[in-house]
C-alpha cells in the first residue's frame, strides 16, 4: 500500500474542534458573534496593519478592496498572467480591463519591467501576487506606482507569513488581501481577509459587505452592498490556526530546505528564488524542469506512488473569457506553466513523508 502523501490539505485538529464548538455552544453560527472582531484584530496586529475586515472570501476581499477604490468600467488594472483566476475576476466584476503583464524568471513573479511597459493614463491600479507566498520586489513596484499615481492591492492570499525587508507582505499597497481557502496557510473553511492603513476606508468596506447596514436605523440601507460577511463559526476556526501559525511555517520551510537539500544538485531542476531583502511563507514548494520533460506522465508515475501534485498556474490569458486580453507571448509564464510541477507541501506530511516525495521523484525522472 503506498503512504498517504498530502498536497495542500489543512491542518485542523482539537484546539480547532474546541474553537468552533465554543461558537456552536454560544449559539453565534452566522455572521454575528464576538469571534469575528476578535480575529480581525488579531489578524491587523500580527500584520502590523491598523484595521482588517473579514470577507466571504480571497476573491471577495480583491472586490472589495477595488470597489472601495472606485476601480469602474473605463479603467485598467495590471496582473500577472501567471496567478490564480481569483486574482482577475474581481477587476471585471467592477466593469475594468485587466491588462496583463509577464513574471520575472527567477521570482516568478509580476516583472516591475513588465508594469511599466502597461501602464497609461487608463491605468488605475496594480495588483502585485506574491506567487507561492514569495514576496514581489515592492520597492520597485511602489516606486513606480507612486510615479503614475497608481493603487497598489497587494494579492497576498498564499503568502500569510511572508516578508520584504522586516515588513509583512499585505501590508505595502493601500491593501492587502489574504485568503482562508482550505489549502492556504491557515484556513478558515472558506474566507479572506483586507487589510491596511486607511481605518476609514476600512470602516466603509466593512460597512459594504454587511449589506451596507445602517447601524442605527433598523433595516436602513442607504448604499448598495454586498454579502460577503464571514461567519462567527468560521472566525473561531480561524482563532484557533492563528494559535499554530508560527507551527505551519516552520513546517512549510523545513520541507522546503528538504526539497532543496535533496533535489537542487539534479541537472536541470530550478526552484522559485526570492528577490533580495524577501523571506517566502513557503505555501507551496514547486520546480521548474530546465530540461525537456513530459510533466503529466511523471505526475501519473508519482500519483501511482500515492504522491500528489499540482501544475503551475495555466496563464490567465488562456482561458476563453480572458484570451482578447492577451498582448504579447508571456514567455516565462508559459515556461513555469509548461515546465513546472508543484510538491506536496501541506503541514500534515511528515519529514519522512518529504524525503520519500524526493526519492520517488528521483527514481520517476531518471
Known sequence: ???????????????????????????????????VSEFEERFALYLGAKAAVSTQSG???????????????????????ATFVATVNPVVYTGATP????????????????????????T???IPVHFYGNPCDMDEILEIAKEHNLYVIEDAA?????????????????????????????????????????????????????????EKE?????????????TNIESALGLAQMNRLSEFLRKKKLFNSIYRKELEGITGIRFQEEHEGARS?????????????????LQKRLEEKGIPTRRIFMPVVEFPPYRRYKKYDYKNCYEIYEKGLCLPSSTVNSESDIYYVCETLKQAIF
Not at 3 to 25: C, F, H, M, R, T
Not at 175 to 193: A, V
Not at 218 to 230: A, L, Q, S
Not at 281 to 297: N, P, Q
Open 1 to 35: 500500500m503506498c503512504k498517504k502523501i498530502y498536497l495542500d490539505s489543512p491542518n485542523v485538529g482539537v484546539q480547532e474542534k474546541e474553537y468552533v464548538n465554543n461558537a456552536i455552544d454560544a449559539g453565534y453560527v452566522s455572521t454575528a458573534g464576538p469571534f
Open 59 to 81: 476573491t471577495a476581499a480583491l472586490h472589495m478592496a477595488l470597489y472601495e477604490l472606485k476601480i469602474r468600467a473605463g479603467d485598467e488594472v495590471i496582473v500577472p498572467a
Open 99 to 122: 491588462v496583463f503583464a509577464d513574471v520575472d524568471r527567477r521570482t516568478w513573479n509580476i516583472s516591475p519591467s513588465e508594469i511599466k511597459k502597461n501602464v497609461n493614463r487608463k
Open 124 to 126: 488605475k491600479a496594480i
Open 158 to 214: 498564499e503568502s500569510l507569513g511572508a516578508q520584504y525587508k522586516g515588513r509583512h507582505t499585505g501590508t505595502f499597497g493601500i491593501f492587502g488581501c489574504f485568503s482562508f481557502n482550505g489549502n492556504k496557510i491557515i484556513t478558515t473553511g472558506g474566507g479572506g481577509m483586507v487589510v491596511g492603513n486607511d481605518t476609514e476606508r476600512l470602516k466603509h468596506i466593512k460597512f459594504l459587505v454587511n449589506q451596507a447596514k445602517d
Open 218 to 230: 433598523e433595516y436602513y440601507h442607504p448604499e448598495i452592498g454586498f454579502n460577503k460577511r464571514m
Open 281 to 297: 511563507s513557503r505555501w507551496l514548494t514547486c520546480i521548474v524542469f530546465e530540461e525537456k520533460i513530459d510533466v503529466k506522465k
